[in-house]
C-alpha cells in the first residue's frame, strides 16, 4: 500500500490520465507535492505549483500568511519539451487550496512553520470536482560552516480529498527529514549569484490510519531514499508570481523503479 501510494502521488497526473481509481482523484495532493517534472519506466508527469501568500501580520519572531497556492497539472510534457521551450498541450487538473500559514523563529538557528488548507481540485478530463483538507508542520534548522549554509528540514503533514460527484475519499500522511548543503562554491551568472547545492532526503508516506494503528511498524517500513543536486539563486527568476528559487534534479527508486524529479524550489 505505502509504496503503491506513493508512486501514485509521485506521477500523480499519470495516473488522472489513466484514469484508474482510486488514484483518479490524487492530484488533490499536487500542492504538497512540489513542482517537477517526475519520470519514471517511460512515463512522464508535470506538475507546476504556484505558492502564492500574503502577509497577514508580523511580530518580532513571526509571520502570519494567507496561503493561496495554485497547482496545475499537465498529461502530455516530456523532459525533452523543456529545452525546446514548448508549452504542454492543454491543462489536466487544477488545485487552489487557501489557508493559514505561521512561521516563527523558536531560536537562532531553528525556524518552525505551520499550515492549515482548505481546497478545492478540478480534473478537466472528466470534469469530477473533490474537496482538499491539509495540515502540517515543519522545522528549519541552520547548522554547521556559513560557508556551506547547510539546512536541516523535518516536515510532516497530513492531507485527505473527498470527491464531490462520487463521494469517494482518501487521504495520507507524509513525514521527510533531509539535509540540503552547499559545497563552497559559487559563481554570479545572469545577474544573480548561483550556488551549486546537494541534498539527500528521506521520506515516509501512510496510508489512511496506519501511522495510528502501528507507528512503529509504519516507520520501519516504505521509506524511500532521495538524493540530488540544484543550483540555487540569490534572487528569484521569472515574473511573479511564477518565480523559481533553484533548478535541479533528484533520483529515488519507488516500488523497484527510479523516479527523477526535476524541482524549481527547496526539494525538501
Known sequence: MKTKLFFSLLCLPLAVAAAEPPEV????????LGSGIYSSAGDTAAVANVPL????????????MLRVPLSVGFFNYRWQDLPDGEFPDAIGTVTLTPGVEYHWQATEKLAMEAYFDIGFGHNFSDSSNVGILSAGISTLYAFGAPEYSPLWVSRFYSAGYRSIQRGADDSYSA????????????????DRFMEPRLFMAL?????????????????????????????AFDRPMGIEPAT???????????????VWRLFFSLPL
Open 175 to 190: 513525514l521527510t527529514t533531509g539535509v540540503d548543503s552547499g559545497v563552497g562554491l559559487g559563481f554570479y551568472a545572469l
Open 203 to 231: 521520506h515516509w508516506y501512510f496510508g489512511r490510519g496506519e501511522l495510528a494503528d502501528e507507528p512503529v511498524g509504519a516507520l520501519m517500513q516504505g521509506s524511500t531514499v532521495e538524493a540530488g543536486m540544484s543550483l
Open 53 to 64: 501568500s500574503f502577509d497577514i501580520e508580523a511580530t518580532n519572531n513571526g509571520m502570519l
Open 244 to 258: 523559481i528559487d533553484r533548478l535541479g534534479v533528484s533520483y529515488s527508486r519507488v516500488a523497484g523503479e527510479g
Open 25 to 32: 482523484n490524487h492530484y488533490a495532493f499536487a500542492n504538497y
